[in-house]
């Protein structure tokens, strides 16, 4: 079975169109059925083609490296290889008595710059992924952890409200976000702190207000109500509210 034929053959058994497959892929349709034609003249070269069939193959389920396999079999005589001798030769870089020209350098060259910009923006995107919503470890009140993570706070988007609780004794606390989904309720011991992160607001019950120390978005705010005291209190990007 040709490439073209066992691709297409996978792609139908998973049941997806060629613009499925190209939305998914981020190859273009046009290329999806030409490779599917085993015309492969619209992939821009070898070395592109084997990249569309190694993604399409692994979308699909199907093992890459025997469908490459079988596409050089087929098309690895179809052009001469490239030697190092040839690209390298002096009379190749510089005009002589010959008439050669310089070679043209630009496609690698604005192939090697892509890849190195989708490097970077993968480095960046992965280094600042923050879950809204997430509870950080807790730790003893004054401890050096605990300073340790406060000096180390992480960047947060503006949008995002950090509320960071610390139990002088233990506290029934209630935690929901502005679309009112609880992030955490339960008893806080004495000496734990919690941080919560939600977007635009962060709401919180306490039964005993007295007995927590609050701190929003690296602002001290300090008790919010009275030993024994049941106090409801919404923190958002400003000033924290009332309710």
Known sequence: MSVGAALSEARQNAELTVSQLSDRTNIRETIIHG????????????????GHIRAIAGYLGVEPESIIREYDDVHADTRPPVRAATVFN?????????????PNWT?????????????AIVRLL??????????????????????????????????????????????WINVRDAKNHRLFQGTLEQGKTATWTA????????????AVR??????????????GQTVRRSFGLGIPSAR
């Open 90 to 102: 002096v009379n190749n870089l510089f005009p002589g008595k010959h008439g050669r020209r310089i």
């Open 214 to 227: 609050f701190e929003v978005n690296g602002k001290d705010i300090g008790a919010i109500g009275k030993d």
């Open 199 to 210: 977007k635009d607001k962060v709401k919180v019950v306490i039964g005993d207000a007295g």
């Open 126 to 171: 992965g280094g600042s992924d923050a879950k809204t919503g997430q509870t950080a470890a807790e730790a003893p009140v004054g401890s050096s952890d605990a300073k340790v993570q406060h000096a180390k706070a992480p960047h947060v988007a503006r949008d995002v409200v950090v509320v960071k609780v610390s139990a002088v004794k233990p506290a």
């Open 107 to 119: 496609m690698a060259a604005a192939v090697a710059l892509a890849i190195v910009v989708i490097f």
């Open 35 to 50: 490779i599917e034609r085993d015309d492969f003249s619209a992939c821009g070269g070898d070395f592109y083609a084997r």
